[in-house]
């Protein structure tokens, strides 16, 4: 067997209790790998002899450190890194896609190439020269210790989303990898492949196809698939393979029968939700980041026989308190740690002790989070006020009274609306030469008025949906058509064979000039009393039978619908001192996708300070969520939605849904719409942590909305019967 034992070497005359609270004496011996390694947003660290961090790494953001017996190997924001002595880096990315990002420096283009966005590394442990890592939308092999990459295809589901991945060998070579809608595939793989290749390949030579492997997993309620594994562990401490399986937003662990390629589960959690990640093998127990907790499962198969070894294995409390103690002293967020014992203890069996997803540990929005208009936006409750409704001061007091009655302290209202009109008077020439000013508010009366009422007021700026700018210079910015040669409009069929166009035209997401267009806006309303820019419809057009003619003349070579969206982001985050909210798809919010959209919460939250998911009830599926009681719908659905979003942000961003404030004519409507319908949403979004909600109604009708007091009596208990509404 082969024993986990952790000495927190902390390199230092200090007793291990007076550092970090923990009994023991620390062994003093020169060299680097007697220590804590830290990995933040900012790069590398360890702690030295006299407690202050020292910096191995600056890189960029730290996902992952990996101790191998090759040596370490770091997941960043800028690929894979990889160092035998802690000293000396080098990159291991050939064969790995590349992300192309767009800047304007002095009016001038240039751009920046970065390896895709991965979200997780592994080896095997049969032979540590192979190693396994994805993106969004594949999975890579390396049989050289990263120094080439080939890419395995992407497992068969219908949208991106993979997770984790891990390799193991179960007589021969076998990649897992685990999807955020449709569960854990498997891939045998030659031992014949060679290594490196082509990053393009859809698929390896000489594998087999990928395989699901979801019976046994618990599935998401009222859908066919499993809800999201987090983790897929691959240990042979015990003398054998086994495969162990964690689930994201429930505690569900599960270990693989290979055999019957089944998953059985170990242990099932008592929690509606509870958020958990970055699975480990710990000498007889398997250990998880869990929220605000290192969680523990002793395997009841194994036994510690060791006690010399048990002793020397630290408990969870004493870990805690070893990262909270590190934690104070480095200057950026804490992602990663690794534990490394001495050599003394090395020559024991000891090995290091990897934690990743640190961000469970942490409070929401705490320090070192690198935002500084986060707190500005927090707890922010409000309406969203159309426009028309402010043309005057009578039809404006009205809402001031509902802000007050409801006791709500925000509005947002469109600035640049659906049809890409201006609704102010802009002072910028840049905005008015492409603009449109159409029935402007008095913008400075407007300001007061709010202002007067302590309302935070958010400016609403629909981006790529802009008719207006479709059609400035002969459709110099829109969508194009590639058949037709003509700006593109999606279209539908009717029943009896007529087209009709979507009420939409889209201008070109990659356009740098749309993006200094909608930043001029964006720098002046902040400048004349605009608290935060909300962008709309920042994405793709995802509707017409004519999407695959849909031609971005405006996109350069390497850029994807991601990297279109991000550079947008980073263009407008320069200019825009103040925070910037973005308004996304419910299903975006709730799955761990970007489909369609190019809207991946994991990635944009990074760049902006609020995600605006709209829950609307009424816009999922109307069997989503509707166990029994169907009464409580919207509640689970706004609950859950919110931290299922916090949690794949990392908490990097204030979740600020949308709530449905409007009654549609659907099948799950028409039987319970009533103004209880409204509050079971503000108490799902309140329970899920209330950091701040906006109530949607296109009419400006706000008469359901409760006061944020109220409570139900029916709760979080009734949410997971299992009978559906016909």
Same mark, same amino acid.
């Given at each position: 067997?082969?024993k986990?034992?952790v000495l927190?070497?902390?390199?230092s005359?200090?007793?291990?209790?007076?550092?970090t609270g923990?009994?023991?004496?620390?062994?003093?011996?020169?060299?680097?790998?007697?220590s804590?390694?830290?990995?933040?947003t900012?790069g590398?660290?360890?702690l030295?002899?006299?407690n202050?961090p020292?910096?191995?790494w600056?890189g960029?953001?730290?996902k992952?450190i990996l101790?191998?017996?090759?040596?370490?190997?770091?997941?960043t924001d800028?690929?894979?890194?990889?160092s035998?002595?802690?000293?000396?880096?080098?990159?291991?990315n050939q064969?790995?896609?590349i992300k192309?990002?767009?800047?304007i420096?002095?009016g001038k283009k240039?751009?920046?190439?970065q390896i895709?966005?991965?979200?997780?590394?592994e080896?095997?442990?049969?032979?540590p020269?192979m190693?396994?890592?994805a993106?969004?939308?594949?999975v890579?092999?390396?049989r050289d210790?990263?120094i080439s990459?080939?890419?395995l295809?992407m497992p068969?589901a219908k949208?991106?989303?993979?997770k984790?991945v891990?390799?193991?060998?179960?007589?021969g070579p076998?990649?897992?990898?685990?999807h955020?809608?449709?569960?854990?595939?498997?891939?045998a793989?030659?031992?014949?492949e060679?290594?490196?290749?082509?990053?393009?390949?859809a698929k390896?030579p000489?594998?087999?196809?990928?395989?699901p492997?979801?019976?046994?997993?618990?599935l998401?309620e009222t859908?066919?698939?499993p809800?999201?594994?987090?983790?897929?562990?691959?240990?042979?401490?015990?003398g054998?393979?086994?495969?162990?399986?964690?689930?994201?937003f429930?505690?569900?662990l599960?270990?693989?029968?290979?055999e019957?390629?089944?998953f059985?589960?170990?242990y099932?959690?008592?929690d509606?939700?509870k958020?958990?990640?970055?699975?480990?093998?710990?000498?007889n127990?398997?250990?998880?980041i869990q929220q605000g907790n290192?969680?523990?499962?002793?395997?009841?198969d194994?036994?510690?026989t060791d006690?010399?070894s048990?002793?020397?294995?630290?408990?969870?409390?004493?870990m805690?308190?070893?990262?909270r103690k590190?934690?104070?002293l480095?200057?950026?967020r804490?992602?990663?740690?690794?534990f490394?014992?001495s050599s003394?203890w090395?020559?024991?069996?000891?090995?290091?002790?990897?934690?990743?997803?640190?961000w469970l540990?942490q409070?929401?929005?705490?320090q070192n989070?690198?935002k500084?208009?986060?707190?500005?936006a927090?707890?922010r409750?409000?309406?969203y006020?159309p426009?028309?409704h402010? /043309? %005057?001061? $009578?039809a &404006? +007091?009205?809402y #001031?009274?509902i /802000? %007050?009655? $409801?006791? &709500? +302290?925000?509005? #947002?209202?469109d600035?640049?609306?659906?049809y890409?009109?201006?609704r102010?008077?802009?002072?910028?020439?840049e905005i008015t030469a492409?603009?449109?000013?159409?029935?402007p508010?008095?913008?400075?009366?407007?300001?007061?008025t709010m202002?007067?009422?302590?309302?935070?007021?958010?400016?609403?700026?629909?981006v790529?949906?802009?008719?207006?700018l479709y059609?400035?210079?002969g459709?110099?910015?829109?969508?194009?058509?590639?058949?037709?040669?003509?700006?593109?409009q999606?279209?539908?069929?009717?029943?009896?064979g007529?087209?009709?166009?979507?009420?939409?035209?889209?201008?070109?997401?990659?356009?740098e000039e749309?993006?200094?267009?909608?930043?001029n806006?964006?720098?002046?309303?902040?400048?004349r009393g605009?608290?935060?820019i909300?962008?709309?419809?920042?994405?793709?057009?995802t509707?017409?039978l004519?999407l695959?003619?849909a031609?971005?003349?405006?996109?350069d070579?390497?850029?994807?619908?991601?990297?279109a969206?991000?550079?947008?982001?980073?263009y407008v985050r320069?200019?825009?001192?103040a925070p910037?909210?973005?308004?996304?798809?419910?299903a975006?919010?709730w799955?761990?996708?970007?489909?369609?959209?190019?809207?991946?919460?994991?990635?944009?939250?990074?760049?902006?300070?609020v995600?605006?998911?709209?829950?609307?009830?009424s816009h999922?599926e109307?069997?989503?969520?509707?166990?029994?009681?169907?009464?409580?719908r919207p509640?689970r659905i706004y609950?859950?939605?919110?931290?299922?979003?916090?949690?794949?942000?990392?908490?990097?961003?204030?979740i600020?849904p949308?709530?449905q404030?409007f009654?549609?004519?659907?099948a799950?409507?028409?039987?319970?719409?009533?103004?209880d319908?409204?509050?079971?949403?503000l108490l799902?979004?309140?329970?899920?942590?209330?950091?701040g909600?906006?109530?949607?109604?296109?009419?400006?009708?706000y008469d359901?909305?409760?006061?944020?007091?109220?409570r139900?009596?029916?709760?979080?208990?009734?949410?997971?019967?299992s009978?559906?509404?016909?």
């Amino acid at each position: 067997m082969r024993k986990f034992l952790v000495l927190f070497g902390f390199i230092s005359v200090l007793s291990l209790e007076a550092q970090t609270g923990l009994k023991g004496t620390i062994i003093r011996e020169a060299g680097p790998y007697q220590s804590l390694l830290l990995g933040t947003t900012g790069g590398l660290y360890r702690l030295s002899e006299n407690n202050a961090p020292v910096l191995l790494w600056s890189g960029g953001l730290i996902k992952k450190i990996l101790s191998s017996p090759q040596g370490y190997y770091l997941l960043t924001d800028r690929g894979i890194w990889f160092s035998r002595d802690l000293t000396n880096w080098e990159e291991r990315n050939q064969g790995l896609p590349i992300k192309v990002l767009k800047e304007i420096v002095q009016g001038k283009k240039q751009f920046i190439q970065q390896i895709q966005d991965l979200k997780d590394l592994e080896y095997n442990l049969s032979d540590p020269t192979m190693l396994v890592t994805a993106t969004k939308d594949g999975v890579f092999l390396s049989r050289d210790g990263g120094i080439s990459w080939k890419n395995l295809g992407m497992p068969p589901a219908k949208t991106n989303g993979l997770k984790a991945v891990a390799v193991a060998d179960l007589n021969g070579p076998v990649v897992f990898a685990t999807h955020g809608i449709y569960g854990v595939y498997a891939l045998a793989l030659k031992s014949t492949e060679p290594a490196g290749g082509n990053s393009g390949s859809a698929k390896t030579p000489g594998t087999q196809k990928w395989i699901p492997l979801n019976q046994g997993l618990e599935l998401h309620e009222t859908t066919e698939n499993p809800d999201e594994v987090a983790d897929i562990l691959a240990d042979t401490s015990s003398g054998r393979t086994r495969i162990f399986a964690l689930q994201t937003f429930r505690e569900r662990l599960y270990e693989l029968n290979w055999e019957t390629k089944s998953f059985n589960l170990l242990y099932k959690g008592g929690d509606d939700f509870k958020a958990q990640d970055g699975l480990l093998r710990l000498n007889n127990s398997l250990l998880y980041i869990q929220q605000g907790n290192l969680a523990r499962f002793s395997l009841p198969d194994t036994a510690n026989t060791d006690s010399e070894s048990a002793k020397a294995i630290p408990t969870t409390d004493q870990m805690m308190a070893a990262l909270r103690k590190a934690e104070a002293l480095i200057p950026e967020r804490l992602m990663t740690a690794a534990f490394i014992p001495s050599s003394i203890w090395k020559s024991s069996g000891a090995v290091p002790v990897s934690l990743s997803e640190l961000w469970l540990l942490q409070e929401p929005f705490g320090q070192n989070n690198g935002k500084p208009f986060l707190k500005t936006a927090l707890n922010r409750e409000g309406l969203y006020l159309p426009v028309n409704h402010a /043309l %005057d001061q $009578k039809a &404006l +007091n009205r809402y #001031v009274q509902i /802000l %007050d009655s $409801k006791k &709500l +302290n925000m509005v #947002v209202i469109d600035m640049k609306d659906d049809y890409g009109r201006l609704r102010f008077a802009p002072q910028n020439p840049e905005i008015t030469a492409k603009g449109r000013v159409f029935n402007p508010i008095n913008l400075e009366q407007f300001v007061s008025t709010m202002k007067a009422h302590g309302a935070y007021l958010v400016a609403r700026v629909v981006v790529f949906k802009d008719p207006e700018l479709y059609k400035k210079e002969g459709g110099k910015y829109a969508v194009w058509d590639s058949v037709l040669n003509s700006p593109w409009q999606g279209y539908y069929e009717n029943a009896d064979g007529t087209r009709t166009d979507y009420d939409e035209k889209w201008v070109d997401p990659y356009s740098e000039e749309v993006w200094a267009y909608i930043a001029n806006i964006s720098q002046e309303l902040h400048q004349r009393g605009f608290d935060e820019i909300q962008f709309d419809y920042i994405r793709f057009p995802t509707d017409g039978l004519n999407l695959s003619q849909a031609r971005f003349r405006w996109r350069d070579a390497g850029m994807d619908m991601e990297s279109a969206i991000l550079s947008f982001l980073r263009y407008v985050r320069s200019h825009v001192d103040a925070p910037i909210s973005i308004d996304i798809y419910g299903a975006n919010g709730w799955y761990r996708t970007g489909a369609r959209t190019g809207q991946e919460v994991e990635v944009l939250s990074r760049y902006v300070d609020v995600i605006c998911p709209m829950y609307y009830p009424s816009h999922f599926e109307q069997t989503f969520l509707a166990n029994n009681p169907p009464e409580l719908r919207p509640y689970r659905i706004y609950y859950l939605g919110t931290l299922r979003a916090m949690t794949i942000a990392r908490n990097q961003v204030i979740i600020r849904p949308y709530m449905q404030a409007f009654y549609m004519n659907v099948a799950y409507d028409r039987k319970y719409y009533n103004n209880d319908y409204v509050l079971r949403q503000l108490l799902g979004v309140q329970n899920a942590g209330n950091f701040g909600y906006t109530y949607w109604n296109n009419l400006g009708r706000y008469d359901e909305i409760p006061l944020p007091e109220t409570r139900l009596t029916a709760g979080p208990a009734l949410l997971f019967k299992s009978v559906k509404i016909d």
